[in-house]
């Protein structure tokens, strides 16, 4: 290609290049900070603009289109408009009110490429392209100017992504096993996103969107034999002050350089109130414990004498919250259950009154049925001046993009009242929220794990924490205590938990959650004081986080470090395995540390509650060999006394 001008932006990683080739007459490269990734944006024969991206020297993503369709068939931006480019470096330091660390580093140089339609163009005038490339991923959105006169309707998007390769991936897949591994070319029709993309033994990716403020939320889909995923999402119209979702590309060198990526959140605005008041932590549920009894003889309930001996359980411990869910007010679905004034409110009062003296915040279960039938807004500053603590949503309706406005307008809400939330059952995917709303501490982006045995397996939870929780603070109500072999006598799931007593302790810590939701009755958590005191160490927020191994459906080892204490989970699939874990994260010095594993003879379906524990001395330099049975765990924590 013979170049005719080179213009070398020092100090961003860009490079704009025009040259005679009939492609195109401009191209743009934008790289990362470490200059280890980068884009390069332009047009192809017949004047679209696509992108391309690489990530460590090798191309993932090959030529891909960018851009809208209007209903008059006009592609936005099209070849013949005029174009103008702007650039810029951020380096910052983003401190979350709580989350996987302490702070995050905000690093990325962007470009902007600014469009303007031809004098004789019936529809839009102007039209922005951002893009955004950061160590850990890429970014770009779309902006329809403030001075926009015109209101175009979209046909489609036409943004694309064109894999290099019959890589191999996983998706979300509701509340039932995420899809996948999956060959590209054997993919078809609709999937949902995240989308986890292994390219290679040292290339991964994960395909999702930020800070989706209009429009539907991100829906892929792909023909089989093919390479190639479309962008099937896309808002009604174009009009002034049109901002897209950032559509977003995550990327690491292993998978839990996926876990540990901050780039959704880092895409959405700060927050524009003082959220000191957030404090994430622990809780216990009477959802789970309904119909279990004790060795005395007390029968659990979802009423006032049971929620007493649980908050005084979560005091004991000190644990945050104790969450009331459904019925509370009156049965959920019945249109005439006030959720303010119905059946047992007037306990709910008194409860709260007592849980403020053990200083344990109170959760109140609302769903659509009587969020929409009573004032909402109303319903939600009562809850506020009860004292409550936050409310879990339930069972909204709506298309996804009336349900995405409706978690808006419900999060702001309960943020003008100091509530936190939690939205259940088929919510809209997180996009960052937390971020702008730390109130929005977690959702059940996943199904809860006691919620259907369909999902209820080892290998479900070590796909999910790769997917799923990519994408943000899941709500997966792990660490249950009650593992009898036969059915046991909880109202809502009888069933038996196919699961290890330390894998069950592991996975309350590897999941990422402002709220950690426990659904076990304090008596079976006494019964095993080790496991207990692990999951009462988890003290949040955490002041570091790092997945330290792991492989998608198999396994994983993640530590969150604590005021007190480095406390390092693993947890593994259907198969038993041995894992050397690295203790290089520690600092200088020898530790004292308590290292809980299974049993010999344990097993997920046999033998769950077998464990053992031992005392060990560490530094810097060691590595600790765990044994994990099939569907178990294990669990570190190394004290900083």
Request: net charge negative; charged share 25%.
């Amino acid at each position: 290609m013979k170049i005719y001008l080179l213009l070398a932006v020092i100090g961003i990683g860009l490079s704009c290049v025009t040259s005679c080739s009939n492609r195109s007459d401009e191209v743009y490269i934008l790289s990362s900070p470490d200059g280890r990734l980068s884009l390069t944006i332009q047009k192809d024969s017949i004047g679209l603009w696509e992108y391309s991206f690489i990530g460590n020297g090798e191309e993932l993503i090959k030529n891909s289109h960018l851009g809208y369709e209007s209903v008059q068939d006009e592609m936005i931006p099209s070849g013949d408009w005029s174009v103008s480019v702007s650039e810029r470096s951020h380096d910052g330091i983003w401190k979350p009110v709580w989350g996987k660390r302490e702070q995050v580093k905000d690093l990325y140089n962007e470009l902007t490429l600014s469009f303007v339609a031809p004098t004789d163009q019936q529809g839009l005038k102007a039209f922005e392209m951002v893009f955004r490339v950061y160590n850990d991923g890429v970014a770009f959105r779309y902006m329809v100017p403030d001075s926009e006169k015109k209101i175009v309707g979209v046909k489609r998007e036409l943004t694309q992504y064109d894999f290099a390769g019959n890589y191999t991936a996983w998706f979300y897949n509701g509340e039932h096993h995420n899809l996948g591994p999956d060959k590209l070319a054997e993919v078809e029709g609709r999937r949902y996103p995240v989308m986890t993309v292994q390219a290679g033994e040292n290339q991964f990716m994960a395909v999702h969107e930020a800070n989706l403020m209009e429009g539907e939320p991100l829906v892929l889909t792909s023909r089989k034999g093919e390479l190639l995923f479309e962008v099937s999402s896309k808002p009604s119209e174009l009009k002034a002050g049109n901002v897209s979702a950032w559509r977003v590309l995550l990327y690491g060198t292993a998978p839990g350089n996926l876990v540990d990526s901050h780039l959704i959140e880092l895409l959405n605005p700060d927050p524009k109130d003082d959220f000191s008041w957030v404090k994430p932590g622990l809780a216990v549920w009477d959802w789970r414990i309904n119909g279990a009894v004790t060795d005395d003889g007390f029968r659990y309930t979802m009423s006032y004498p049971s929620w007493i001996r649980m908050v005084d359980f979560a005091a004991e411990q000190g644990f945050r919250y104790l969450v009331l869910d459904a019925n509370w007010y009156g049965p959920e679905f019945e249109a005439d259950s006030d959720p303010v004034t119905g059946a047992k409110a007037k306990d709910v009062q008194r409860l709260l009154a007592y849980a403020k003296e053990k200083g344990v915040g109170i959760w109140l279960y609302l769903n659509d049925v009587g969020g929409k039938k009573f004032p909402i807004e109303k319903t939600l500053r009562q809850y506020g001046e009860w004292g409550a603590a936050g409310i879990k949503y339930g069972f909204m309706n709506g298309t996804p993009e009336e349900k995405n406005h409706w978690t808006q307008k419900i999060t702001r809400l309960c943020a003008e009242n100091k509530l936190l939330v939690d939205f259940h059952d088929g919510p809209v995917h997180p996009y960052g929220q937390m971020r702008t709303w730390p109130n929005a501490v977690t959702r059940e982006f996943c199904h809860a794990q006691l919620d259907a045995h369909r999902v209820f397996e080892p290998k479900t939870f070590v796909t999910t924490v790769f997917v799923n929780m990519l994408a943000g603070p899941v709500d997966m109500n792990n660490g249950m205590f009650d593992l009898r072999q036969g059915p046991t006598t909880r109202i809502d799931e009888s069933q038996p938990v196919p699961s290890t007593l330390v894998s069950e302790t592991a996975r309350t810590l590897i999941t990422f959650s402002g709220v950690t939701i426990l659904p076990d009755i304090p008596e079976m958590y006494h019964k095993y004081p080790e496991l207990l005191n692990f999951i009462s160490a988890e003290k949040m927020p955490w002041k570091e986080s790092k997945t330290l191994s792991g492989k998608i459906g198999e396994y994983i080892v993640m530590m969150r470090e604590t005021a007190d204490d480095y406390l390092v989970a693993a947890v593994t699939n259907e198969e038993e395995r041995t894992l050397s874990i690295p203790l290089s994260f520690l600092p200088d010095g020898t530790y004292h540390a308590q290292l809980i594993l299974d049993g010999d003879d344990a097993h997920y379906l046999t033998n769950r509650e077998s464990y053992q524990v031992k005392v060990l001395k560490v530094k810097p330099s060691d590595n600790v060999s765990v044994k994990l049975a099939a569907g178990g765990g294990a669990c570190l924590r190394i004290s900083k006394r």
